[in-house]
């Protein structure tokens, strides 16, 4: 059964540095999603990206972020001059449509931020 | 602006026994609303979706869910629970456009042998 995978399934980092998270998505999903949970807290969307472009961002997804698909496979979120409140589980997810379709998730990445 | 409250964050259950787990949502329109489940180092997965079909939504492994308007509810049940379902349980509602889902707190459910 086709699945979306993330990678790397915990990054470690320094305070500044900038990281990049990646994603494979399901091959055949035109829509992509980026979500993070704070420990204790609800998992929050960041940005969903269709086409090549961004379709819609939340409140949290500043200039500090970007995301990109660089190869066709690929989904990235980068964080540039990481805080220590970045520090969260990202998740990835993709689906076949937008409009109340089903979004399939990756097992995320675990980002801490020293 | 649309939001989800999962009612307890822990539900420990005996196994063979019901299972319910409890999710009130807030919604400016006719929603979706989706549960997902998420085993330890895994990703989420879905267990059901309310799209506006039959207020009544069976899932994989025995789950089901009911829309009901009247009580801005669509509670999680398992008639008995397995071992197997020890998990975190998220509820989630959708925005009109289906762009953004916004997830509840989760619960985490723990079956007792």
């Known amino acids: 059964e086709p699945e979306v995978t993330q990678t790397p399934s915990h990054q470690v980092t320094q305070m500044g540095q900038e990281v990049i998270l990646r994603c494979v998505p399901i091959s055949n999903h035109l829509y992509f999603y980026w979500y993070r949970q704070i420990l204790g807290q609800k998992v929050e969307f960041l940005v969903s990206f269709y086409n090549n472009e961004i379709s819609e961002k939340s409140e949290i997804f500043d200039d500090q972020f970007s995301v990109e698909r660089p190869d066709g496979s690929n989904f990235t979120l980068k964080i540039r001059s990481t805080k220590l409140e970045d520090s969260a589980m990202y998740f990835c997810?993709?689906?076949?449509?937008?409009?109340?379709?089903?979004?399939?998730f990756g097992p995320g990445t675990r980002l801490t931020v020293l | 602006a649309q939001s989800v409250t999962q009612l307890d964050s822990h539900v420990s259950v005996s196994e063979g026994t019901p299972v319910l787990l409890r999710c009130n949502y807030s919604s400016s329109y006719s929603p979706s609303l989706f549960w997902y489940v998420q085993h330890p180092n895994k990703g989420l997965q879905l267990l059901l979706k309310?799209?506006?079909?039959?207020?009544l939504v069976k899932g994989i492994n025995g789950f089901e869910a009911e829309f009901k308007k009247s009580e801005t509810s669509f509670h999680l049940t398992k008639p008995s629970a397995h071992m197997s379902d020890a998990a975190e349980y998220f509820c989630v509602v959708s925005d009109i456009a289906g762009n953004q889902f916004y997830f509840g707190t989760g619960t985490s459910l723990t079956v007792i042998p």
């Open positions: 309310y799209t506006s079909a039959a207020t």
């Open positions: 997810a993709s689906s076949v449509r937008e409009g109340r379709g089903e979004q399939f």
